[in-house]
């Protein structure tokens, strides 16, 4: 199961790589060229905003794992909620 897992996460990080780096390379004309007619109605700060969160969203789930993050950090979501 761990090992479907790691695919699973690998090919997801390799789409989100491949569309953040292409919306962060080349401008909004050439996205358009592409069939990506959405960019009309953003800035191109957006289109880069986006690129950039992709490539965010492909590194998140990959790196943590691979520099083996501590055991504690999963300790930390409980703490944030405030007590009643």
Do not use: C, Y
Request: aromatic share 8%; hydrophobic share 50%.
């Amino acid at each position: 199961m761990n090992t479907a897992l790691w695919i699973a996460a690998g090919l997801l990080a390799v789409i989100f790589l491949a569309s953040g780096g292409m919306k962060l390379s080349q401008p909004k004309e050439a996205l358009k060229a592409k069939g990506m007619h959405w960019v009309d109605g953003v800035s191109p700060a957006m289109v880069k905003t986006l690129g950039a969160l992709e490539v965010a969203g492909a590194i998140g789930p990959i790196l943590p794992p691979l520099l083996g993050s501590p055991r504690f950090w999963s300790r930390w979501p409980p703490s944030a909620w405030p007590s009643p």
